[in-house]
């Protein structure tokens, strides 16, 4: 059965930028329904957004800047709306915030005492630990955005690649990579309400995932008594390369670049260093030559890709040039 969501967003901490939001409402929609969404800090600046909020139905909290508490009066109005849902809506079982502020500790806290499952979304450069800790689940932004083709807007047509990618995308969001073909239904249609196979050319919703799997190979379809199975196939490494000393700076240069393209300006090491091993498993910094990943930054920033900061509690962070 399918989690109900309210999702409430903190666009200062998500950055306002419509490819981001969108991917967190898709992430989240993978999981459950959204019954109730908000966004707060909401100025002139952000209407680029006004259609991706009109059609999720969310409701939007406007930052009116006025003394030297806007941050925390938007804070504590998070919170209010928050726990107004939890005491008044049975029907909300989950909630997701998107912001890394250690201020939201005692709701977590308060929400998971009620029985409430608390996924968190931040921007890694702006996750506090004590945050991360307390909900239920973690994930940061950049790991939310990352790689992400969007090829078809909600309100677009679906094409047969673009059903491909929307199903490769659940089933990497499932524990073991696989998921019945009725619960890929129902997922597809949270995310893309006007899908319809028939549309598409083909009479059942088998069918189709049959050709998917024939046409383009990332996943498998399988039968089990009375059902069908989804099975996300294992891509193929062409020739496992490795990370060199000749090759690094391209690589790293290109990962850098991608984040800075989804509107990530600053990440953190680890996002970074995840990001690569993520392309290359096996990657240690003794194959290129060096001792510590902080090593490899300094190397980077000596080829001017990033600069090396540190915030207020002393923690590295990488500013994308």
């Not at 201020?103 to 009620?114: A, E, F």
């Not at 490769?168 to 249609?189: H, N």
């Amino acid at each position: 059965m399918a989690s109900h969501y309210a999702l409430f967003v903190d666009l200062e901490n998500c950055g306002g930028k419509k490819s981001m939001l969108m991917d967190v409402i898709e992430r989240v929609k993978i999981r459950g329904d959204i019954l109730i969404g908000k966004v707060y800090g909401y100025t002139d600046s952000y209407s680029d957004l006004k259609e991706t909020l009109l059609s999720n139905t969310f409701t939007v909290v406007p930052s009116l800047r006025y003394g030297r508490n806007q941050k925390n009066s938007m804070d504590i109005q998070l919170v209010i709306d928050a726990l107004d849902v939890a005491y008044r809506n049975e029907l909300i079982d989950s909630f997701c915030i998107v912001s890394g502020d250690s201020d939201y500790v005692p709701l977590v806290g308060k929400l998971k005492s009620m029985g409430k499952f608390v996924l968190g979304i931040s921007r890694s450069e702006a996750a506090s630990s004590v945050f991360m800790s307390a909900c239920s689940e973690f994930q940061f932004l950049e790991s939310v955005a990352s790689g992400k083709e969007r090829t078809s807007d909600v309100s677009e047509v679906l094409t047969l690649q673009g059903v491909n990618e929307l199903i490769i995308t659940i089933l990497m969001e499932s524990d073991d990579g696989e998921m019945l073909a009725s619960e890929t239904k129902s997922i597809l249609l949270r995310l893309r309400p006007n899908f319809s196979e028939k549309s598409l050319g083909f009479s059942t919703f088998g069918k189709l995932i049959h050709h998917l799997a024939q046409l383009y190979g990332n996943f498998s379809v399988a039968s089990e008594e009375y059902n069908v199975i989804i099975s996300l196939n294992q891509p193929h490494s062409a020739a496992a390369e490795q990370l060199t000393r000749d090759n690094y700076i391209g690589v790293f240069g290109r990962i850098l670049s991608e984040y800075k393209e989804d509107g990530f300006d600053r990440v953190n090491p680890s996002i970074l260093k995840a990001a690569v091993q993520a392309e290359y498993p096996d990657f240690t910094e003794r194959q290129i030559g060096l001792r510590r990943f902080s090593d490899v930054l300094r190397a980077l920033e000596r080829e001017k890709l990033l600069t090396i900061e540190t915030d207020d509690s002393g923690n590295m962070l990488v500013n994308i040039r």
